[in-house]
């Protein structure tokens, strides 16, 4: 079908296939931190391939020549091999898709002090009187709304204090970085993997004002971290926390603070065994949403999200 669409001229195309998420899923057996369950519906989908054509003549002969492109292949497979091969058509709105989403964004408080903001919003005082954070959602790889980066900011409320270091490990759109340097630490390092992260956290932190105090490198945590922190923090997987465990009390300093988030209650067990091996004791525990917040401790108090 897809070929077919191709010699008509139609390149972007949109596949639902259900055999794509049993590739996906083979072999994988118990180390999911997360499935959307969207994506989960997919294994009972029909395949599909939908293309987009444009309203009017120009449209209606596309249409008309998918259509011949269907019959000929029904004429092909005589085996019923290539399934229905139907058509079903539908109108969708023409709008500015790349602006358009911006009216599904609301300001998200954290905590008691921090409201996440658009950053299309004005800049005047917040109405409640919290720190606003200001983010390009469409740019940003977070923004505040789901459960792991809420607890992080949180946990950081609470343990920044006054011209801190923060470590912001795998920082996306450097949402807990710029959050600890609003709320008064005095310097911030965020380190990523992807270019494209430490980029978005870097226009973000301009946004922000706080450019001056902060930085962004992109690579491995162990071979461009040099230095150590009073407090580091990240909103990861859990495979990847237990991965890191052992060499992210390096990068902090006696007494230093550890906030980590990112931990699926399914995996809770996971992570505490790590920690507990390099010697940090469960103190607290909370949980939203099926995501859990530990605090531990080891020469000093440790945070876990």
Request: glycine share 10%; aromatic share 4%.
């Given at each position: 079908?897809?070929?077919?669409?191709?010699?008509?001229?139609?390149?972007?195309?949109?596949?639902?296939?259900?055999?794509?998420?049993?590739?996906?899923l083979e072999?994988?057996?118990?180390?999911w931190?997360y499935?959307?369950?969207?994506?989960?519906?997919?294994?009972?989908?029909?395949?599909?391939?939908t293309?987009?054509?444009?309203?009017g003549?120009?449209?209606?002969?596309?249409?008309n020549a998918?259509?011949?492109?269907?019959?000929?292949?029904?004429?092909?497979?005589?085996?019923?091999?290539?399934?229905?091969?139907?058509?079903?058509?539908?109108?969708?709105?023409?709008?500015?898709?790349?602006?358009?989403?911006?009216?599904?964004?609301?300001?998200?408080?954290?905590?008691?002090?921090?409201?996440?903001?658009?950053?299309?919003?004005?800049r005047?005082p917040?109405?409640?009187?919290r720190?606003?954070?200001?983010?390009?959602?469409?740019?940003?790889?977070?923004t505040?709304?789901?459960?792991?980066?809420?607890?992080?900011?949180e946990?950081?409320?609470?343990?920044?204090?006054?011209?801190?270091?923060?470590?912001?490990i795998?920082?996306g759109?450097?949402?807990?970085?710029?959050?600890?340097?609003?709320?008064g630490?005095?310097?911030?390092?965020?380190?990523?993997?992807?270019?494209?992260?430490?980029?978005?956290?870097?226009?973000n932190?301009?946004?922000?004002?706080?450019?001056?105090?902060s930085?962004f490198?992109?690579?491995?945590?162990?071979?461009?971290?040099?230095?150590?922190?009073?407090?580091?923090?990240?909103n990861i997987?859990?495979?990847?926390?237990?991965?890191?465990?052992?060499?992210?009390?390096?990068f902090?300093?006696?007494?230093?603070?550890?906030?980590?988030?990112?931990?699926i209650?399914?995996r809770?067990t996971?992570v505490?065994?790590?920690?507990?091996?390099?010697g940090?004791s469960i103190?607290?525990?909370?949980?939203?949403?099926?995501?859990?917040c530990?605090?531990?401790?080891?020469?000093?108090?440790v945070?876990?999200?």
């Amino acid at each position: 079908m897809c070929s077919a669409l191709h010699d008509i001229g139609h390149s972007s195309l949109a596949i639902a296939d259900a055999a794509d998420l049993e590739g996906l899923l083979e072999g994988k057996h118990g180390a999911w931190d997360y499935i959307d369950h969207n994506l989960m519906k997919l294994r009972e989908a029909e395949t599909t391939v939908t293309v987009y054509l444009p309203h009017g003549r120009q449209g209606q002969e596309s249409l008309n020549a998918i259509l011949e492109a269907l019959s000929q292949l029904k004429a092909l497979d005589s085996a019923g091999e290539m399934g229905r091969l139907e058509c079903a058509a539908t109108s969708v709105k023409d709008e500015d898709w790349a602006t358009s989403w911006r009216k599904h964004y609301e300001p998200v408080a954290i905590g008691e002090k921090l409201i996440i903001r658009p950053s299309w919003e004005g800049r005047g005082p917040d109405p409640e009187g919290r720190i606003a954070l200001r983010l390009d959602p469409g740019m940003a790889f977070g923004t505040g709304i789901d459960e792991t980066t809420q607890l992080c900011l949180e946990a950081l409320e609470n343990a920044v204090e006054e011209g801190c270091s923060v470590l912001d490990i795998g920082c996306g759109s450097g949402i807990l970085a710029i959050g600890a340097l609003l709320l008064g630490a005095g310097s911030a390092l965020g380190v990523d993997i992807d270019q494209v992260a430490v980029n978005s956290a870097s226009e973000n932190a301009k946004l922000n004002g706080v450019s001056d105090r902060s930085g962004f490198i992109c690579g491995n945590l162990a071979e461009r971290v040099t230095e150590t922190y009073d407090i580091a923090c990240a909103n990861i997987t859990a495979d990847a926390i237990v991965s890191l465990a052992p060499d992210v009390p390096s990068f902090l300093r006696p007494g230093g603070l550890l906030i980590l988030s990112g931990i699926i209650e399914n995996r809770e067990t996971d992570v505490t065994n790590a920690i507990a091996s390099i010697g940090f004791s469960i103190k607290e525990r909370t949980e939203q949403k099926g995501w859990v917040c530990i605090v531990s401790e080891h020469t000093g108090t440790v945070l876990l999200c």
